[in-house]
T-cell receptor
Framework: QKEVEQNSGPLSVPEGAIASLNCTYS??????FFWYRQYSGKSPELIMS????GDKEDGRFTAQLNKASQYVSLLIRDSQPSDSATYLC??????????????FGKGTKLSVKP | ETGVTQTPRHLVMGMTNKKSLKCEQH?????MYWYKQSAKKPLELMFV???????ENNSVPSRFSPECPNSSHLFLHLHTLQPEDSALYLC?????????????FGEGSRLTVL
């Protein structure tokens, strides 16, 4: 069973701090990794994708990938109350002859306190 | 209209009813998806259509019946549902014909089965 694990939280950080969200995955052959943000009552929205080991930065967001450790993280610098949401980690796995499948974690709920 | 639109946004039905969920994407994408989101569970892929052909059916009960008449429209026909089918049903689309992680979600249809 291919799995994606996240700490459900809630993760609470003060405004202006760095929020660190973590995700581990079980399929060593996974090649594509994604972070989605889902505000309460809304649909998920893609905020970051990462395909190779190392860091990828986009504004206040940095995704980090370590394939050897099967670990992907999302750092949010200068956290704002508007960053309060559930963050979903998703991993694209290959299932034999199929075209692949996107497995989601349960999500980590982030709360940024003013 | 832009993005991915879903109707109805809320639906209450009895176990013997027949209803349909509708999804329309205005992004020119080639693939469309149905996902189920239940409380405390990860997003579950139900169906994938690529170029209007179904390529994935993740062991979904036959009381859920998808239909994709063209690359812009996707339906989920519902009949004789169970209370445990109550959930948020999300439609998504993506570019390309394989399962990718770069999904664009609609706002979802909140289904309650009495």
């Amino acid at each position: 069973q291919k799995e994606v694990e996240q700490n459900s939280g809630p993760l609470s950080v003060p405004e202006g701090a760095i929020a660190s969200l973590n995700c581990t995955y079980s399929d060593r052959g996974s090649q594509s990794f994604f972070w989605y943000r889902q505000y309460s009552g809304k649909s998920p929205e893609l905020i970051m994708s990462i395909y190779s080991n190392g860091d990828k930065e986009d504004g206040r967001f940095t995704a980090q990938l370590n394939k050897a450790s099967q670990y992907v993280s999302l750092l949010i610098r200068d956290s704002q109350p508007s960053d309060s949401a559930t963050y979903l980690c998703a991993v694209n796995i290959r299932d034999g002859g199929s075209q692949g499948n996107l497995i989601f974690g349960k999500g980590t709920k982030l709360s940024v306190k003013p | 209209e832009t993005g991915v639109t879903q109707t109805p946004r809320h639906l209450v039905m009895g176990m013997t009813n027949k209803k349909s969920l509708k999804c329309e994407q205005h992004l020119g994408h080639n693939a469309m998806y149905w996902y189920k989101q239940s409380a405390k569970k990860p997003l579950e892929l139900m169906f994938v259509y690529s170029l209007e052909e179904r390529v994935e059916n993740n062991s979904v009960p036959s009381r859920f019946s998808p239909e994709c008449p063209n690359s812009s429209h996707l339906f989920l026909h519902l009949h004789t549902l169970q209370p445990e089918d109550s959930a948020l049903y999300l439609c998504a689309s993506s570019q390309g014909t394989g399962v990718t992680g770069e999904l664009f979600f609609g706002e979802g249809s909140r289904l309650t089965v009495l």
